[in-house]
Protein backbone atom coordinates (compact mmCIF):
# COMPACT_ATOMS: atom_id res chain seq x y z
CA UNK A 1 0.00 0.00 0.00
CA UNK A 2 0.95 3.25 -0.81
CA UNK A 3 0.28 6.72 -0.06
CA UNK A 4 2.32 9.13 -1.99
CA UNK A 5 -0.60 9.06 -5.70
CA UNK A 6 -2.98 9.99 -3.21
CA UNK A 7 -1.00 12.40 -1.42
CA UNK A 8 -0.76 14.28 -4.60
CA UNK A 9 -4.12 15.30 -4.64
CA UNK A 10 -3.71 18.44 -2.18
CA UNK A 11 -5.53 19.93 -0.22
CA UNK A 12 -8.70 18.26 -0.88
CA UNK A 13 -10.22 16.13 1.98
CA UNK A 14 -9.41 12.69 2.01
CA UNK A 15 -11.11 11.85 5.15
CA UNK A 16 -13.54 13.41 7.23
CA UNK A 17 -15.70 12.97 10.61
CA UNK A 18 -18.60 15.72 12.18
CA UNK A 19 -16.79 19.10 11.48
CA UNK A 20 -12.70 17.43 11.37
CA UNK A 21 -11.09 16.47 8.20
CA UNK A 22 -7.24 15.26 6.65
CA UNK A 23 -5.67 15.50 3.40
CA UNK A 24 -4.17 12.77 1.94
CA UNK A 25 -0.72 14.21 2.61
CA UNK A 26 -1.49 15.01 6.12
CA UNK A 27 -2.69 11.01 6.72
CA UNK A 28 0.92 10.44 5.13
CA UNK A 29 2.89 12.81 7.64
CA UNK A 30 1.37 11.54 10.78
CA UNK A 31 1.50 8.06 9.53
CA UNK A 32 5.26 8.58 9.36
CA UNK A 33 4.84 9.91 12.88
CA UNK A 34 3.00 6.89 14.15
CA UNK A 35 5.47 4.06 12.31
CA UNK A 36 8.39 5.15 15.05
CA UNK A 37 6.01 3.98 17.88
CA UNK A 38 5.09 1.36 15.84
CA UNK A 39 8.23 0.33 14.64
CA UNK A 40 9.32 -3.53 16.16
CA UNK A 41 5.89 -4.39 17.67
CA UNK A 42 4.88 -7.40 16.41
CA UNK A 43 1.44 -6.11 15.41
CA UNK A 44 -0.74 -2.96 16.45
CA UNK A 45 -4.31 -3.24 18.21
CA UNK A 46 -7.09 -0.94 16.95
CA UNK A 47 -9.88 -1.08 19.32
CA UNK A 48 -12.00 1.87 18.63
CA UNK A 49 -14.58 2.76 15.98
CA UNK A 50 -14.40 4.72 12.74
CA UNK A 51 -12.03 7.83 13.41
CA UNK A 52 -9.51 10.40 11.30
CA UNK A 53 -6.68 8.17 13.43
CA UNK A 54 -7.55 4.86 11.91
CA UNK A 55 -6.32 5.51 8.39
CA UNK A 56 -3.23 6.86 10.28
CA UNK A 57 -2.73 3.60 12.23
CA UNK A 58 -3.14 1.59 9.10
CA UNK A 59 -0.69 3.29 6.99
CA UNK A 60 1.37 4.05 9.54
CA UNK A 61 1.82 0.24 10.38
CA UNK A 62 2.24 -0.36 7.07
CA UNK A 63 5.25 2.09 7.05
CA UNK A 64 6.85 0.33 9.95
CA UNK A 65 6.58 -3.10 8.30
CA UNK A 66 4.04 -4.00 11.18
CA UNK A 67 0.50 -6.25 11.17
CA UNK A 68 -2.28 -4.04 11.83
CA UNK A 69 -5.36 -5.74 13.35
CA UNK A 70 -8.56 -3.81 13.79
CA UNK A 71 -10.73 -5.69 16.55
CA UNK A 72 -14.38 -5.74 17.60
CA UNK A 73 -14.80 -3.05 20.15
CA UNK A 74 -18.25 -4.40 20.71
CA UNK A 75 -17.02 -7.71 21.78
CA UNK A 76 -17.64 -8.50 25.76
CA UNK A 77 -14.30 -8.06 27.77
CA UNK A 78 -13.41 -11.67 28.11
CA UNK A 79 -13.68 -12.25 24.47
CA UNK A 80 -11.60 -9.19 23.49
CA UNK A 81 -9.01 -10.11 26.25
CA UNK A 82 -8.70 -13.47 24.82
CA UNK A 83 -8.02 -12.27 20.99
CA UNK A 84 -5.76 -9.87 22.62
CA UNK A 85 -3.71 -13.08 24.14
CA UNK A 86 -2.90 -13.76 21.22
CA UNK A 87 -0.61 -11.18 20.15
CA UNK A 88 1.79 -10.28 22.87
CA UNK A 89 3.47 -7.19 23.05
CA UNK A 90 1.33 -5.50 20.32
CA UNK A 91 0.51 -2.11 20.37
CA UNK A 92 -2.70 -1.32 21.93
CA UNK A 93 -4.99 1.59 20.34
CA UNK A 94 -8.00 2.51 22.01
CA UNK A 95 -10.49 5.44 22.20
CA UNK A 96 -8.24 7.29 24.56
CA UNK A 97 -4.86 7.09 22.42
CA UNK A 98 -6.92 8.19 18.93
CA UNK A 99 -5.92 12.26 19.20
CA UNK A 100 -2.37 11.17 20.26
CA UNK A 101 -2.43 9.74 16.56
CA UNK A 102 -3.44 12.96 15.57
CA UNK A 103 -0.66 15.18 17.02
CA UNK A 104 1.44 16.53 14.17
CA UNK A 105 4.42 17.83 17.21
CA UNK A 106 5.30 14.27 17.38
CA UNK A 107 8.66 13.52 16.22
CA UNK A 108 8.42 12.49 12.54
CA UNK A 109 10.48 8.94 11.57
CA UNK A 110 13.25 9.24 9.13
CA UNK A 111 12.94 7.75 5.74
CA UNK A 112 15.20 5.69 6.89
CA UNK A 113 13.13 4.19 9.70
CA UNK A 114 10.49 2.92 7.77
CA UNK A 115 9.73 0.39 5.15
CA UNK A 116 10.51 0.99 1.76
CA UNK A 117 9.99 -0.54 -0.60
CA UNK A 118 7.19 -2.68 1.62
CA UNK A 119 7.23 -6.87 1.25
CA UNK A 120 4.61 -7.68 -0.75
CA UNK A 121 4.32 -10.74 0.73
CA UNK A 122 4.32 -9.37 4.91
CA UNK A 123 1.19 -9.44 6.88
CA UNK A 124 -0.68 -6.19 6.25
CA UNK A 125 -3.78 -6.94 7.97
CA UNK A 126 -4.67 -9.30 10.75
CA UNK A 127 -9.09 -9.70 10.90
CA UNK A 128 -10.53 -11.61 12.86
CA UNK A 129 -13.86 -13.31 11.67
CA UNK A 130 -16.81 -13.11 13.25
CA UNK A 131 -16.84 -16.01 15.13
CA UNK A 132 -20.89 -17.13 15.07
CA UNK A 133 -20.08 -20.70 15.18
CA UNK A 134 -17.03 -20.86 17.15
CA UNK A 135 -13.72 -18.78 18.18
CA UNK A 136 -12.80 -16.18 15.82
CA UNK A 137 -10.68 -17.34 13.17
CA UNK A 138 -7.29 -15.02 12.58
CA UNK A 139 -7.13 -14.40 8.35
CA UNK A 140 -4.25 -13.03 7.01
CA UNK A 141 -3.93 -10.77 4.32
CA UNK A 142 -0.51 -10.09 2.79
CA UNK A 143 0.16 -6.68 0.97
CA UNK A 144 0.11 -8.46 -2.14
CA UNK A 145 -3.93 -9.26 -1.58
CA UNK A 146 -4.80 -5.70 -1.07
CA UNK A 147 -2.46 -4.60 -3.92
CA UNK A 148 -4.51 -6.67 -6.06
CA UNK A 149 -7.48 -6.17 -5.16
CA UNK A 150 -6.94 -2.14 -5.03
CA UNK A 151 -5.45 -2.54 -9.31
CA UNK A 152 -8.02 -4.78 -10.43
CA UNK A 153 -10.95 -2.23 -9.17
CA UNK A 154 -10.21 1.37 -9.31
CA UNK A 155 -8.41 3.91 -11.62
CA UNK A 156 -6.37 5.64 -9.26
CA UNK A 157 -7.55 9.62 -8.96
CA UNK A 158 -10.01 9.09 -11.15
CA UNK A 159 -13.00 10.99 -8.59
CA UNK A 160 -14.45 13.95 -9.30
CA UNK A 161 -13.19 16.71 -7.02
CA UNK A 162 -16.79 16.60 -5.54
CA UNK A 163 -17.39 13.40 -4.97
CA UNK A 164 -17.56 11.61 -1.32
CA UNK A 165 -18.21 8.27 0.10
CA UNK A 166 -20.01 7.79 3.07
CA UNK A 167 -19.15 4.85 5.18
CA UNK A 168 -20.92 3.16 8.10
CA UNK A 169 -19.09 -0.27 8.18
CA UNK A 170 -16.85 -0.61 11.26
CA UNK A 171 -13.48 -0.59 10.95
CA UNK A 172 -12.69 -4.13 11.95
CA UNK A 173 -15.19 -5.20 9.02
CA UNK A 174 -13.27 -6.07 5.36
CA UNK A 175 -15.52 -3.58 4.13
CA UNK A 176 -14.64 -0.96 6.25
CA UNK A 177 -10.65 -1.83 5.59
CA UNK A 178 -11.42 -2.06 2.21
CA UNK A 179 -14.12 0.97 1.61
CA UNK A 180 -10.90 3.28 2.73
CA UNK A 181 -8.52 2.11 0.06
CA UNK A 182 -11.06 2.59 -2.77
CA UNK A 183 -11.93 5.58 -1.95
CA UNK A 184 -8.88 6.95 -1.02
CA UNK A 185 -6.91 6.15 -3.89
CA UNK A 186 -9.70 6.92 -6.38
CA UNK A 187 -9.95 10.63 -4.80
CA UNK A 188 -13.49 10.70 -3.28
CA UNK A 189 -13.60 12.30 0.32
CA UNK A 190 -14.22 9.39 2.76
CA UNK A 191 -17.48 10.72 5.47
CA UNK A 192 -17.37 8.07 8.28
CA UNK A 193 -20.58 8.01 10.05
CA UNK A 194 -19.45 6.92 13.61
CA UNK A 195 -22.49 4.42 14.25
CA UNK A 196 -25.39 3.19 11.89
CA UNK A 197 -28.79 4.83 12.06
CA UNK A 198 -30.92 5.23 8.92
CA UNK A 199 -32.60 8.50 9.98
CA UNK A 200 -28.65 9.63 10.41
CA UNK A 201 -27.33 8.42 7.52
CA UNK A 202 -30.05 10.13 5.03
CA UNK A 203 -29.48 13.15 7.00
CA UNK A 204 -25.34 12.62 6.32
CA UNK A 205 -26.07 11.96 2.58
CA UNK A 206 -28.09 15.00 2.09
CA UNK A 207 -25.77 17.02 4.50
CA UNK A 208 -22.76 15.89 3.27
CA UNK A 209 -23.70 15.56 -0.78
CA UNK A 210 -22.79 12.30 -0.76
CA UNK A 211 -22.09 10.48 -4.13
CA UNK A 212 -21.26 7.09 -3.07
CA UNK A 213 -22.37 4.76 -0.45
CA UNK A 214 -22.02 0.83 1.14
CA UNK A 215 -24.08 -1.00 3.02
CA UNK A 216 -25.01 -3.87 4.38
CA UNK A 217 -28.36 -5.76 3.65
CA UNK A 218 -29.87 -4.54 6.63
CA UNK A 219 -29.10 -1.51 6.79
CA UNK A 220 -30.15 -1.24 3.65
CA UNK A 221 -33.53 -2.73 4.58
CA UNK A 222 -33.69 -0.16 8.00
CA UNK A 223 -33.38 2.73 5.44
CA UNK A 224 -35.81 1.20 3.28
CA UNK A 225 -38.16 1.16 5.67
CA UNK A 226 -37.49 4.56 7.08
CA UNK A 227 -38.79 5.27 3.50
CA UNK A 228 -41.94 3.52 3.04
CA UNK A 229 -43.80 6.87 4.01
CA UNK A 230 -41.67 9.18 1.88
CA UNK A 231 -41.52 6.98 -1.22
CA UNK A 232 -38.54 8.02 -2.30
CA UNK A 233 -35.13 9.00 -0.78
CA UNK A 234 -34.56 12.64 -2.00
CA UNK A 235 -31.20 11.73 -2.15
CA UNK A 236 -29.75 13.36 -5.49
CA UNK A 237 -26.62 13.52 -5.33
CA UNK A 238 -26.06 10.04 -4.34
CA UNK A 239 -24.77 8.57 -7.70
CA UNK A 240 -23.91 4.77 -6.71
CA UNK A 241 -25.26 2.51 -3.84
CA UNK A 242 -23.13 -0.45 -2.98
CA UNK A 243 -24.75 -3.74 -0.59
CA UNK A 244 -22.97 -6.65 0.43
CA UNK A 245 -21.59 -8.29 3.35
CA UNK A 246 -25.05 -11.09 3.79
CA UNK A 247 -27.56 -12.12 1.05
CA UNK A 248 -29.78 -8.93 0.64
CA UNK A 249 -33.34 -10.50 0.12
CA UNK A 250 -34.88 -9.58 -3.17
CA UNK A 251 -37.82 -7.63 -1.69
CA UNK A 252 -35.42 -5.31 0.00
CA UNK A 253 -33.49 -4.50 -2.94
CA UNK A 254 -36.78 -4.15 -5.16
CA UNK A 255 -37.75 -1.69 -2.80
CA UNK A 256 -34.74 0.41 -2.75
CA UNK A 257 -34.57 0.39 -6.13
CA UNK A 258 -37.83 2.29 -6.62
CA UNK A 259 -36.55 4.34 -3.32
CA UNK A 260 -33.34 5.32 -4.57
CA UNK A 261 -34.56 5.68 -8.75
CA UNK A 262 -31.46 8.04 -9.66
CA UNK A 263 -28.62 5.72 -8.35
CA UNK A 264 -26.37 3.13 -9.40
CA UNK A 265 -26.55 -0.22 -7.27
CA UNK A 266 -24.27 -2.32 -7.07
CA UNK A 267 -23.86 -5.98 -5.23
CA UNK A 268 -20.70 -6.63 -4.01
CA UNK A 269 -20.10 -10.53 -3.00
CA UNK A 270 -16.90 -11.13 -1.13
CA UNK A 271 -15.26 -12.54 2.14
CA UNK A 272 -12.69 -11.54 4.65
CA UNK A 273 -10.57 -14.52 3.24
CA UNK A 274 -10.83 -12.83 -0.56
CA UNK A 275 -10.23 -9.23 0.67
CA UNK A 276 -13.19 -7.99 -0.11
CA UNK A 277 -15.41 -8.08 -3.04
CA UNK A 278 -14.62 -11.18 -5.97
CA UNK A 279 -18.15 -11.06 -7.97
CA UNK A 280 -20.42 -8.08 -8.36
CA UNK A 281 -23.92 -7.51 -9.87
CA UNK A 282 -23.51 -4.11 -11.67
CA UNK A 283 -26.09 -1.04 -11.84
CA UNK A 284 -26.61 -2.26 -15.70
CA UNK A 285 -27.83 -5.77 -14.14
CA UNK A 286 -30.10 -4.17 -11.43
CA UNK A 287 -32.18 -1.70 -13.90
CA UNK A 288 -32.25 -4.81 -16.76
CA UNK A 289 -33.36 -7.53 -13.96
CA UNK A 290 -35.58 -4.90 -12.38
CA UNK A 291 -37.72 -4.31 -15.85
CA UNK A 292 -37.33 -7.65 -17.00
CA UNK A 293 -40.58 -9.54 -18.44
CA UNK A 294 -37.86 -12.63 -18.74
CA UNK A 295 -38.10 -14.42 -15.56
CA UNK A 296 -34.72 -15.85 -15.69
CA UNK A 297 -33.55 -11.95 -16.43
CA UNK A 298 -35.24 -11.13 -13.39
CA UNK A 299 -34.07 -13.78 -11.09
CA UNK A 300 -30.70 -11.94 -11.59
CA UNK A 301 -31.68 -9.44 -9.09
CA UNK A 302 -31.54 -12.89 -6.44
CA UNK A 303 -27.79 -13.09 -7.76
CA UNK A 304 -23.88 -11.36 -6.55
CA UNK A 305 -23.16 -10.89 -10.60
CA UNK A 306 -20.19 -11.90 -12.17
CA UNK A 307 -16.55 -12.40 -11.09
CA UNK A 308 -14.33 -8.98 -11.07
CA UNK A 309 -11.03 -9.15 -13.61
CA UNK A 310 -8.55 -11.73 -11.60
CA UNK A 311 -10.89 -13.49 -10.33
CA UNK A 312 -11.71 -17.29 -11.15
CA UNK A 313 -15.18 -18.84 -9.93
CA UNK A 314 -16.22 -22.75 -9.72
CA UNK A 315 -19.05 -24.72 -8.44
CA UNK A 316 -17.98 -28.42 -7.52
CA UNK A 317 -19.57 -30.65 -6.35
CA UNK A 318 -18.65 -32.75 -2.52
CA UNK A 319 -17.13 -35.02 -5.12
CA UNK A 320 -14.94 -32.44 -6.53
CA UNK A 321 -16.58 -32.28 -9.79
CA UNK A 322 -17.80 -29.05 -11.92
CA UNK A 323 -21.00 -28.72 -11.46
CA UNK A 324 -23.08 -27.95 -14.64
CA UNK A 325 -25.23 -24.42 -15.07
CA UNK A 326 -28.20 -24.16 -13.01
CA UNK A 327 -26.85 -27.00 -10.48
CA UNK A 328 -26.00 -26.05 -6.60
CA UNK A 329 -22.80 -26.43 -5.04
CA UNK A 330 -19.81 -25.60 -3.25
CA UNK A 331 -18.39 -21.92 -4.78
CA UNK A 332 -14.39 -22.01 -4.88
CA UNK A 333 -12.75 -19.05 -5.63
CA UNK A 334 -9.17 -18.32 -7.17
CA UNK A 335 -7.40 -15.63 -7.53
CA UNK A 336 -4.14 -12.90 -6.80
CA UNK A 337 -6.63 -11.31 -4.09
CA UNK A 338 -7.70 -14.32 -2.70
CA UNK A 339 -5.75 -15.31 0.92
CA UNK A 340 -7.42 -17.95 1.88
CA UNK A 341 -4.85 -18.29 4.68
CA UNK A 342 -5.57 -18.10 8.64
CA UNK A 343 -2.60 -17.53 11.31
CA UNK A 344 -0.81 -21.29 11.51
CA UNK A 345 -2.24 -22.66 8.34
CA UNK A 346 -3.48 -22.59 4.87
CA UNK A 347 -7.02 -23.20 3.52
CA UNK A 348 -5.81 -23.41 -0.53
CA UNK A 349 -5.66 -26.55 -2.16
CA UNK A 350 -2.35 -27.37 -4.61
CA UNK A 351 -4.06 -25.18 -7.12
CA UNK A 352 -5.28 -22.41 -5.25
CA UNK A 353 -8.71 -23.22 -5.04
CA UNK A 354 -10.13 -21.56 -1.58
CA UNK A 355 -13.64 -23.33 -0.78
CA UNK A 356 -15.70 -20.13 0.55
CA UNK A 357 -18.23 -22.20 2.78
CA UNK A 358 -20.98 -21.12 0.81
CA UNK A 359 -23.61 -23.07 -1.46
CA UNK A 360 -24.18 -21.55 -5.11
CA UNK A 361 -24.72 -22.07 -8.67
CA UNK A 362 -24.03 -20.45 -11.93
CA UNK A 363 -26.27 -19.49 -14.86
CA UNK A 364 -25.29 -20.08 -18.27
CA UNK A 365 -24.46 -16.50 -18.24
CA UNK A 366 -22.02 -16.69 -15.31
CA UNK A 367 -23.75 -15.05 -13.05
CA UNK A 368 -23.26 -16.94 -9.56
CA UNK A 369 -26.40 -17.56 -7.05
CA UNK A 370 -25.11 -17.63 -3.33
CA UNK A 371 -27.44 -19.69 -1.69
CA UNK A 372 -26.19 -19.74 1.81
CA UNK A 373 -23.52 -21.18 4.02
CA UNK A 374 -22.98 -25.12 3.26
CA UNK A 375 -23.78 -25.51 6.99
CA UNK A 376 -26.70 -23.65 7.12
CA UNK A 377 -28.53 -26.45 4.43
CA UNK A 378 -31.66 -27.97 6.30
CA UNK A 379 -32.14 -32.05 5.35
CA UNK A 380 -35.94 -32.82 5.36
CA UNK A 381 -36.90 -36.87 4.54
CA UNK A 382 -33.50 -36.81 2.74
CA UNK A 383 -34.00 -33.58 0.52
CA UNK A 384 -31.50 -30.72 1.12
CA UNK A 385 -33.23 -27.92 1.34
CA UNK A 386 -31.53 -24.29 0.88
CA UNK A 387 -33.22 -21.81 3.34
CA UNK A 388 -32.55 -18.72 1.00
CA UNK A 389 -35.54 -19.87 -0.88
CA UNK A 390 -38.21 -20.11 1.90
CA UNK A 391 -36.67 -16.50 3.29
CA UNK A 392 -37.52 -14.78 -0.69
CA UNK A 393 -40.58 -16.45 -0.06
CA UNK A 394 -41.77 -15.40 3.20
CA UNK A 395 -40.47 -12.05 2.79
CA UNK A 396 -43.20 -11.34 -0.27
CA UNK A 397 -45.77 -11.70 2.58
CA UNK A 398 -46.86 -8.12 3.52
CA UNK A 399 -46.88 -8.53 7.18
CA UNK A 400 -42.64 -9.95 7.23
CA UNK A 401 -39.94 -7.59 7.91
CA UNK A 402 -37.15 -9.97 8.56
CA UNK A 403 -36.74 -13.73 7.80
CA UNK A 404 -34.79 -16.26 8.82
CA UNK A 405 -35.66 -20.24 8.41
CA UNK A 406 -33.52 -22.80 9.99
CA UNK A 407 -33.45 -26.88 11.03
CA UNK A 408 -34.10 -28.08 13.88
CA UNK A 409 -33.70 -31.69 14.66
CA UNK A 410 -36.97 -34.31 14.21
CA UNK A 411 -37.26 -37.83 14.64
CA UNK A 412 -39.81 -38.42 12.01
CA UNK A 413 -38.16 -35.95 9.20
CA UNK A 414 -34.51 -36.02 10.42
CA UNK A 415 -35.22 -32.02 10.34
CA UNK A 416 -38.14 -29.83 11.00
CA UNK A 417 -37.95 -26.27 8.97
CA UNK A 418 -39.06 -23.37 11.69
CA UNK A 419 -39.62 -19.98 9.99
CA UNK A 420 -38.39 -17.11 12.25
CA UNK A 421 -40.22 -14.01 11.48
CA UNK A 422 -40.02 -10.06 12.61
CA UNK A 423 -43.40 -8.78 11.76
CA UNK A 424 -47.37 -9.11 11.87
CA UNK A 425 -49.36 -11.87 11.11
CA UNK A 426 -51.23 -15.49 12.12
CA UNK A 427 -48.79 -18.10 11.96
CA UNK A 428 -51.05 -20.43 10.15
CA UNK A 429 -52.17 -17.56 7.86
CA UNK A 430 -48.22 -17.34 6.84
CA UNK A 431 -48.09 -21.05 6.63
CA UNK A 432 -50.89 -21.78 4.40
CA UNK A 433 -49.50 -18.32 2.59
CA UNK A 434 -46.11 -20.00 1.83
CA UNK A 435 -47.54 -23.24 0.81
CA UNK A 436 -49.52 -21.89 -2.18
CA UNK A 437 -45.78 -20.76 -3.16
CA UNK A 438 -43.49 -23.51 -2.21
CA UNK A 439 -43.67 -27.72 -2.25
CA UNK A 440 -45.05 -29.24 1.13
CA UNK A 441 -41.72 -30.68 1.88
CA UNK A 442 -40.29 -26.76 2.01
CA UNK A 443 -43.35 -24.99 3.99
CA UNK A 444 -42.07 -24.46 7.26
CA UNK A 445 -43.30 -26.36 9.80
CA UNK A 446 -43.66 -23.82 12.50
CA UNK A 447 -43.59 -20.16 12.58
CA UNK A 448 -41.73 -17.88 15.23
CA UNK A 449 -41.95 -13.93 15.60
CA UNK A 450 -39.49 -12.53 17.15
CA UNK A 451 -39.22 -8.28 18.18
CA UNK A 452 -36.09 -8.91 16.34
CA UNK A 453 -32.92 -11.12 15.10
CA UNK A 454 -29.48 -11.54 16.57
CA UNK A 455 -27.03 -9.91 14.57
CA UNK A 456 -23.22 -9.49 15.13
CA UNK A 457 -22.39 -5.33 14.76
CA UNK A 458 -21.82 -5.78 11.18
CA UNK A 459 -25.54 -7.16 10.36
CA UNK A 460 -24.16 -10.94 9.78
CA UNK A 461 -27.12 -13.11 11.51
CA UNK A 462 -26.24 -15.11 14.30
CA UNK A 463 -27.83 -18.30 13.28
CA UNK A 464 -26.30 -20.34 15.60
CA UNK A 465 -27.59 -18.53 18.31
CA UNK A 466 -30.82 -18.32 17.05
CA UNK A 467 -30.99 -22.13 16.50
CA UNK A 468 -30.06 -22.34 20.16
CA UNK A 469 -32.63 -20.51 21.56
CA UNK A 470 -35.39 -22.57 19.13
CA UNK A 471 -33.83 -25.93 20.46
CA UNK A 472 -33.56 -24.86 24.07
CA UNK A 473 -37.76 -23.70 23.87
CA UNK A 474 -38.38 -27.19 22.29
CA UNK A 475 -36.99 -28.94 24.40
CA UNK A 476 -38.52 -27.48 27.11
CA UNK A 477 -42.18 -26.89 26.14
CA UNK A 478 -43.85 -29.27 27.24
CA UNK A 479 -47.56 -28.51 25.22
CA UNK A 480 -47.86 -26.72 21.83
CA UNK A 481 -50.53 -25.45 20.89
CA UNK A 482 -51.68 -26.06 17.24
CA UNK A 483 -48.11 -26.91 16.53
CA UNK A 484 -46.40 -23.39 16.94
CA UNK A 485 -44.57 -21.59 19.47
CA UNK A 486 -45.53 -18.42 21.32
CA UNK A 487 -43.57 -15.42 20.26
CA UNK A 488 -40.06 -15.70 21.16
CA UNK A 489 -38.68 -12.46 23.11
CA UNK A 490 -34.83 -11.85 22.70
Avoid at 154 to 159: I, M, P, Y
Avoid at 185 to 198: E, K, M, N, Q
Avoid at 333 to 355: H, M, N
Amino acid sequence: MTLEMAASAGERPAVALDDRSLTAAQILGLARRAAGRFRGSPAVLYRAPNHLAYPVALFGCALAGVPFVPLNYRLGADQLTAIEGRHPGAVRIGTEDLEALLDDAAEPVANGDVQAPWDQDAVAVILYTSGTTAAPKAALLRHRHLLAYVLNTLEFNSASEGDAALVAVPPYHIAGLTNLLSNLYTGRRVVYLPAFDADEWLAAVRREKVTHAMLVPTMLARIVDRLAADGEAHAPTLRSLAYGGARAPRPVVERALRAFPGTDFVNAYGLTETASSIAVLGPDDHRAALAATDSAVRDRLTSVGRPLPGVEIEVRAPSGELCPPGVTGLVQVRGEQISGEYKGRSALDADGWFPTGDLGRLDADGYLFVEGRADDTIIRGGENIAPAEIEDVLLGHPGVREAVVVGVPDEEWGQRIVAVLVGTGEPEEIRLWARRRLRTSKTPDTIVFRDDLPRTGTGKLLRRTLIAEIAGLEKTRAQRVHGEFPCLKP
